[in-house]
């Protein structure tokens, strides 16, 4: 009795993709030809009952490099918002406001000092390198443009730079003088919150010094100017004189903030004189004096 040939059990069937005709394994279909590895390979990928390979965990995933720059832009513009507000507060109602801040506005004083520092050096910069190109016309009007007697504009080490980093050595010290004055007037409070105090306070300066460099870029002054700068050292006078009376006044201290306020101003009196003449040198050297 002869017995048809069938495929001995335990081994795989291969379906082709181009005709659907059931194969045993091997490279090729046996009725029309096509190549049957690429269907295994497909199938293998599926894994057992046709069950697609698992995905790796959401966690291990690497993150789009745009997401993450996303993210910062995102926080560096929440920033600008938040301390834009706090300039307008601060500028609507200085003492108020001003008396108000606890360690959490410790940033935004911080924002403060650091754009004070950054337009003051940017106005010493500009002024002095305008007065080195006004020299430098008048020497060549008169003596030719080849005399050789005129000097170099401004540096930007010596005259942007350098005093830049005094503006915040001068402030940090400052601060650190009101600190330590009301813990001596016991008054409960830290330096963060009177960092934070201070910043409110020196908005309005800010503003005024900002002022002041965009006249002098635009070649303004006179009057305005003069009066500008007159109110740019009062309201700095007046901003850390203001964090001795946005503390309530409690019985038991040991001085009145009056004295407080006089001996911060001796500590800036002191300061503006050992700054001014190291500021001072490095501008008139430009002139070579």
């Not at 017995?3 to 029309?32: L, T, W, Y």
């Not at 046709?50 to 920033?79: C, I, L, M, W």
């Not at 009376?245 to 040991?254: F, I």
Request: hydrophobic share 45%.
């Amino acid at each position: 009795m002869n017995r048809k040939n069938k495929p001995c059990e335990g081994v795989n069937e291969v379906i082709c993709p181009n005709c659907g005709s059931e194969n045993e394994q091997g490279k090729f279909c046996a009725k029309c030809g096509a190549n049957l590895a690429r269907e295994e390979r497909s199938s293998e990928q599926d894994g057992p009952e046709g069950q697609s390979a698992p995905d790796f965990p959401a966690s291990s995933r690497t993150p789009h490099p745009s997401r993450a720059d996303n993210g910062y832009g995102e926080g560096t513009k929440t920033v600008f918002r938040q301390y834009f507000k706090h300039a307008l507060a601060a500028l609507k109602r200085p003492f108020r406001y001003g008396s108000t801040r606890n360690e959490e506005s410790m940033v935004h004083g911080i924002i403060t000092v650091v754009l004070f520092s950054f337009f003051m050096s940017l106005f010493l910069y500009v002024t002095v390198d305008k007065a080195a190109r006004f020299y430098n016309r008048s020497v060549d009007a008169l003596f030719g443009e080849f005399s050789g007697l005129g000097f170099a504009g401004a540096s930007f080490g010596n005259h942007f730079l350098k005093p830049f980093i005094i503006f915040l050595l001068y402030f940090s010290v400052i601060i650190a003088s009101v600190y330590g004055v009301l813990r001596m007037m016991d008054v409960k409070t830290s330096m963060k919150e009177v960092a934070a105090r201070y910043g409110a306070f020196l908005v309005l300066p800010t503003v005024i010094v900002l002022l002041v460099v965009l006249l002098t870029l635009w070649n303004v002054g006179g009057v305005l100017l003069a009066v500008l700068s007159l109110f740019l050292f009062l309201t700095l006078a007046l901003s850390f004189a203001s964090v001795f009376y946005s503390y309530k006044d409690e019985g038991g201290r040991r001085f009145d903030p009056v004295y407080g306020t006089l001996a911060v101003y001796v500590v800036n009196l002191f300061l503006q004189f050992l700054f001014a003449d190291i500021l001072v040198s490095s501008f008139f050297h430009v002139f070579g004096w």
